[in-house]
């Protein structure tokens, strides 16, 4: 169990951006198609003559529908669309615009050939081949394979060409690794809190009577998930999360309590009660998995330089969203439009409203 926030993947926009892009530009598409309708197939003639056509063509070009003789322009679909998905397929287009724009000049950009052994190489971790993974795409996230090879995996590997794989594992960290995945864990209650007075008070309780140590949890824990199991969660493993929970989980007996263990990185307050130990996965030997961890350390490695990487990248961009009204980053400009914006107002990290070209 971990009670750290979690770090913040920001170029796994790629995947929910996509989605609604996907979404919204499939929408557009299928409304913009000229559909063949019911009269048209039966070679039914229109009653209006080829003048009136002619000159309502321009208008019916730009109309997505007609309801009982009134027309709903594509305007008014674009802007539903804007105002129900705009802000997400704006962000996911911006930080994908970033990505493509930090290659600009390079020759090392991700490959076609690139792009289908990623593909492969995920579709094999699922046991699956790359026409069974490719449809499972289509199917779950509504792309289509090109629409997954642009928008996820191009901009997946060219973060990871950006970040660089020259990574290292240690003999501590395959250690470490191995006790989290194959070592004994401790089966434990919990109790989450966010005030350290209350959170006294409801250890005293737990102390005095270890029996309601469940029902505490569910009267007082902040938890939802934990609560709603009178305080019950997965095994606590080593090396998995938190160090003060950690230490204090593996130094209990089986019915003990804990002290109130602060956790600095969320202000929150937990008590724990030890109900005893798994025991260690047998017959799995170090030998038996240390590609396995390697390859899994290696990959938690990258990722954070993936992260790392687009932090950067998104705090040297200068981005003036005129659909939120915000502008984020660098405050150096690189086009001519320097002195056209320079009423747009720039301190630090904070947010201002752009104005538009």
Not at 16 to 34: E, K, R, S
Not at 300 to 308: D, S, W
Not at 313 to 334: F, I, P
Request: proline letters at 4%; a positive charge; aromatic letters at 6%.
């Amino acid at each position: 169990m971990s009670t750290k926030p979690k770090t913040t993947q920001k170029w796994m926009f790629i995947v929910g951006g996509t989605a609604l892009t996907v979404l919204v530009a499939g929408l557009l598409f299928q409304v913009m198609q000229p559909e063949t309708g019911k009269a048209a197939a039966r070679g039914e003639r229109s009653p209006r003559s080829n003048q009136a056509a002619s000159s309502t063509g321009q208008s019916r070009k730009r109309s997505v529908a007609r309801v009982n003789g009134q027309l709903i322009s594509y305007d008014q679909l674009a802007e539903e669309c804007v105002a129900r998905y705009g802000n997400k397929v704006l962000e996911g287009i911006i930080n994908r615009t970033m990505i493509q724009q930090a290659f600009e000049g390079k020759a090392d950009a991700p490959t076609a050939q690139d792009i289908e052994k990623e593909i492969r190489s995920i579709a094999k971790k699922f046991n699956l081949d790359t026409a069974q993974w490719l449809e499972m795409m289509h199917s779950q996230q509504e792309m289509t394979p090109d629409q997954y090879r642009r928008d996820v995996i191009w901009p997946m590997l060219a973060l990871k060409k950006l970040a660089g794989h020259d990574v290292k594992i240690t003999q501590k960290e395959l250690e470490e690794a191995y006790q989290r995945n194959y070592g004994e864990r401790v089966r434990a209650r919990v109790i989450i809190l966010d005030r350290i007075r209350q959170a006294q008070e409801v250890w005293e309780k737990a102390k005095n009577n270890p029996e309601n140590f469940g029902r505490l949890a569910m009267e007082y824990s902040i938890d939802s998930s934990s609560r709603a199991l009178e305080g019950k969660v997965p095994p606590i493993r080593r090396f998995s999360g938190s160090s003060e929970i950690e230490k204090a989980a593996f130094s209990l007996a089986d019915g003990e309590i804990s002290g109130v263990i602060q956790i600095p990185e969320n202000k929150h307050w937990v008590i724990i009660k030890c109900e005893g130990r798994t025991e260690p996965v047998s017959g799995v030997s170090m030998a038996d998995v240390r590609s396995i961890l390697e390859e899994e350390l290696r990959d938690e490695k990258v990722q954070l330089l993936v992260n790392k990487t687009f932090n950067t990248l998104e705090s040297k961009a200068r981005v003036d969203n005129y659909l939120t009204g915000v502008t984020t980053g660098s405050s150096k400009r690189s086009t001519a439009r320097t002195k056209q914006d320079s009423n747009i107002q720039q301190v630090g990290g904070t947010r201002t409203a752009p104005q538009r070209p």
